[in-house]
C-alpha cells in the first residue's frame, strides 16, 4: 500500500488540504468521531475523525453550542464566520483557510474544517515576523475580513511551503478591529499579485453570488462592510495601519 498524502488523496484514502472537492465532500457527508478536546480553545474545539465512503481524515469540529457569548460581537456565530472566512479565501484564490463547511455534528450544527499537519521544524515565531510571501497574502487576507484575533499560533506552515491560518471566528465586525500580529507590512504597497486577488474578489461581489452566500452567514452590515473594506483597498492599495482606538496586537500574541 502507498503512502498517504497530507495533500491530496493518499493510497489509503486519506485526505488532505490539496484535494478541495474531495475534502469539501468528506467534510460534508463523512461520519464525525469525536476523539478529543483542544483544551486551550476558548470555545469548544473538538478533534475528530471523519469518515465518508473509502475517505478519511481529521477535522476540527466547533458546535455553536460551545460557543461563548462575546460583547463585540453580539450577531450571528462564530462558526457562521469561519465559514465565510473559509468562503473569501477561496474567492481570493489563496486558499489560506482550510477546507471549511457548516453542518450538523455530533453536538448539533456546527464549523467542521479538515485538520492541517503543520510542519513542526518550523519557526512559527520567526515566520510571523519576517518577510515571507505566504505570510503576507494572510496579512491582505486578514484586512478583508477584518481579523480581531491573527495570532502566532494561527499559523499552520506545511512541508509543502504553503501557510495556512486557523481560528477566523472573530473576523467580518463592520467596526475596524483589525488585531494581528503581522504588522510588519503596514503602510507598504500592495504586491501586484494582492491586487489582482482583490480584484476577483470585488467582481465576485459584483455578480452577487458571493453578496448571497455570505448573507446566509454573516449580517447584512458585515457583508456590506467587507466589500467597503476592499473597495478602500484597491483604492488606496497599501497595507493598512493599526487601528488607533482598539488594541493592535490580540492576547496573548501567540
Known sequence: MSQPSRYGVGGDGSVGPADV?????????GEITVEGRLVAATNATLY???????????????????????WDFPDGTLAGREVAAYV??????????????????????GMVQLWI??????????????????VRRMAVFDAVVNNADRKVGHLLPTASGHVYGCDHGVCFSDEYK???????????????????????????????????????????????????????????????????????????PV
Open 21 to 29: 472537492e474531495t475534502a469539501i465532500r468528506l467534510l460534508q457527508h
Open 178 to 252: 483589525l488585531r494581528t500580529v503581522l504588522w510588519q507590512w503596514r503602510g507598504k504597497d500592495l504586491t501586484g499579485e494582492a491586487v489582482e486577488a482583490l480584484q476577483r474578489l470585488r467582481h465576485a461581489f459584483a455578480r452577487d453570488g458571493l453578496t448571497a452566500r455570505l448573507r446566509a452567514l454573516l449580517s447584512e452590515e458585515e457583508v456590506e462592510a467587507t466589500v467597503g473594506r476592499v473597495d478602500l483597498m484597491l483604492k488606496h492599495r497599501i497595507h493598512p495601519y493599526p487601528p488607533e482606538d482598539w488594541p493592535a496586537i490580540p492576547w496573548p
Open 88 to 109: 473569501i479565501s477561496e474567492q481570493m484564490g489563496w486558499r489560506i483557510v482550510p477546507p471549511t463547511v457548516h453542518r450538523d455534528g455530533p453536538f448539533g450544527p
Open 117 to 134: 499537519d503543520h510542519d513542526p521544524d518550523v519557526d512559527v515565531l520567526a515566520l510571523s515576523r519576517g518577510d515571507d510571501p505566504a
Open 48 to 70: 475528530c475523525a471523519i469518515e465518508f465512503e473509502d475517505l478519511r481524515a481529521n477535522c476540527v469540529y466547533k458546535p455553536v453550542s460551545g460557543e461563548r457569548p462575546l
